[in-house]
């Protein structure tokens, strides 16, 4: 098979898993375990495919991306290296070792996409919202996530072409500044969305959980479970303290319990 | 109870908002919102139910779901069907019900359930799906693919279906409750604080930002200015872009300038050493 054709045939297959994965979201379709047999059986060497998915999956096994962070791109490293395994017959071994550096430059890729394009689309979800446009809003969606395969199709496609070798040249040539930066930007971002959040519940006196709640989670290293568990005390004690304070009001008011809102 | 009659999910509409959640949760990912996209998607068809031809609610809750959004997709379907339940309470008496606990429940769930879902379908599920596929893969058996996603799907597809279904009948009993009590609008007042209290501890969590500046010395026994910070208050710098990115969001700032912001400030930093 021609490199361009072995590039073609890789491209494909990455961008259908790829779609089909974001609409049905959370499917783990793109684990190499799935992955690497897939491309193994469209490129004809099933055993190959088989062999590198259990491989892969015990390497990426312990990386999760949990919170929305991407440590690493499984799913670009396990078809590159699947790709130029069976197709320029690349030794497993040195395929296993080149997939933990492509899966950490990849991520910075698809971070990449993710802030770029998705990001550029988040302004156009928020102005169809605001005119009640749902037809345009499911609309955007759908043309939004088959787009976005698209990028990285570009980049596996690219990828293949060029080999192995050119692959690990340009990863070289990547300044390090530029993905180290786009990694603090990446660690930053949430706070965008969280400010959003924070600004519908915002006022003046309950702003005090809020610090109250990052303090706690800095000092005292709580994990979320438990925070709720304790936020939901404080918020006991609170409604306990309010009805405390309504009974009281209505005791000493008599009659005109009506009023008693005045004071309270 | 609320003043009007309120609208109630049908079986009908659960598996239309089931499928819809299940098909685009992750669809359109961005770093910013996150899964926000996907869960005012899955909940259109509810809110078009709930204001027919009223555009003006309608737009309000479009508007009030693009907030930032981010779970476990798995246990995400609770807090879905939770939201479901409380607008249409929201539908049936717009007067007493503030929808403001609204996000404030979304905010204080997301946290904990992603605490939750993560550990029990990252870390178990997966662990045992991939365990017993890695043994079929290495014996060159092609069942591996299959059986992985088989067993992944199994627990995956019980607790989105019931968390739907549960969250929302949870979410009307509480309300009800609420109501007969004649104590609603302490639902907001509870709602507000718990989410509060979370968003912080999720900017803790979630926001990070450490500083590469160097004080004294040089090498391995260089003295940090973060090690110096993380003695004193280890998260401030998270804590200062969240309250920047918050003044900016409230100064009505387009947040396609602030992510520009943070991209330039983030490689700039990088490049001259601050990061």
Known sequence: ?264 | MANNEAIIMDSKMRTKIYWRYVFLSQACFSQVKMMTAGFCYAMLPWLKKLYPDNKEKLIEAMVRHQAFFNCTPETAFFILGLCMSMEGEYAADPENFDPASISAIKAALMGPLSGVGDAIFWVTVRTIAASVSITLAQNGSILAPIVFLAIYHLFSTIVRWYGLKFGYSLGNQFLETAYESGYVDMLTMGATTIGLIMVGAMCANFVSLDTAIILSGSGETAQTLQSALDSIFPKLLPLIVSLLALVGVRKGMNVAWIILIMVIVGIAGVGIGIF
């Open chain 1, 1 to 264: 098979m021609s490199a361009t054709s072995l590039a073609l045939t890789t491209a494909i297959v990455y961008y259908i898993i790829q779609t089909l994965y974001s609409f049905y979201g959370h499917s783990h379709l793109n684990r190499p375990i799935v992955v690497c047999p897939v491309l193994g059986i469209v490129l004809g060497d099933v055993q190959t495919g088989l062999a590198l998915g259990a491989s892969l999956e015990l390497l990426f096994m312990g990386i999760t991306n949990i919170g929305g962070s991407i440590p690493s791109d499984c799913f670009l490293a396990a078809t590159l290296v699947t790709s130029l395994c069976i197709g320029t017959g690349m030794d497993v071994d040195t395929a296993i070792v080149l997939a933990a550096a492509i899966g950490v430059v990849a991520a910075i890729w698809s971070l990449t996409v993710r802030i770029v394009y998705q990001g550029a689309l988040v302004p156009i979800f928020e102005r169809y919202a605001a005119q009640g446009n749902t037809a345009g809003y499911s609309r955007l969606i759908i043309i939004g996530n088959l787009v976005n395969g698209l990028f990285s199709t570009v980049l596996v496609f690219a990828a293949i072409a060029l080999g192995a070798d050119a692959l690990q040249s340009a990863m070289a040539a990547i300044p390090a500044f530029i993905l180290d930066g786009m990694s603090v930007a990446a660690g930053m971002m949430p706070a965008v969305g969280l400010a959003l959040l924070m600004n519908m519940l915002w006022s003046g006196k309950a702003s005090i959980y809020f610090f109250f709640g990052f303090a706690a989670t800095v000092y005292l290293n709580i994990n979320m479970t438990f925070m709720v568990v304790i936020a939901v005390f404080i918020t006991l004690m609170q409604v306990y303290n309010e009805l405390d304070l309504r009974n009281r009001l209505k005791a000493v008011g008599g009659s005109n319990g009506e009023e008693d809102d005045l004071f309270g």
